[in-house]
């Protein structure tokens, strides 16, 4: 997933062909369920994805943006999904989304979902610094946002 510099897709990660970088992060490689907070001026968001991270440096995100609307005091679904590629440099991921989209599945709220889309679309690359890495856990802080924190998908079937 994605999801750091104002983005709205979590653990959204460059690949600039380091083939030695991608062999030396086998802990990251997978399926990771993600979820993080943020605050943007029109409003509070909460997402959930799973984000695979490939071993060829790509990545693919699915999940949901909840966007907060205080004036019915509820949190508004948004379906995402995104891909890119990323790559991992000492305890920096950095990352870029190639491609995306975010719907509603109700016509009166497509203009939020272009807004989040047109924001990805002027900062499509990204970096998070790692907090914890292990075989089950992932956290990330990015530059703006809350921590990012990942379990490994296996992980969660035991």
Not at 46 to 55: C, G, Y
Not at 115 to 143: C, F, H, M, W
Request: with cysteine; proline share 4%; charged share 20%.
């Amino acid at each position: 997933m994605l999801f750091i510099k104002r983005s709205t897709y979590p653990l959204a990660f460059l690949a600039l062909s380091a083939p030695a970088l991608l062999k030396a992060s086998p802990l990251l490689q997978g399926d990771w369920n993600c979820a993080t907070k943020f605050s943007r001026p029109e409003g509070d968001y909460r997402l959930q994805a799973v984000t695979q991270l490939l071993d060829d440096g790509k990545f693919v995100s699915n999940g949901t943006l909840y966007a907060f609307n205080s004036l019915i005091g509820a949190e508004i679904p948004l379906a995402f999904n995104a891909s890119g590629q990323w790559q991992k440099s000492g305890s920096v991921i950095s990352g870029k989304v190639t491609e995306g989209d975010i719907s509603t599945g109700y016509s009166f709220l497509d203009r939020l979902a272009d807004l989040l889309e047109d924001e990805v679309r002027k900062q499509p690359v990204y970096s998070t610094q790692i907090q914890k890495l292990n075989k089950e856990t992932l956290v990330l802080a990015g530059t703006d946002q809350q921590a990012i924190e990942c379990v490994k998908a296996t992980a969660q079937k035991t």
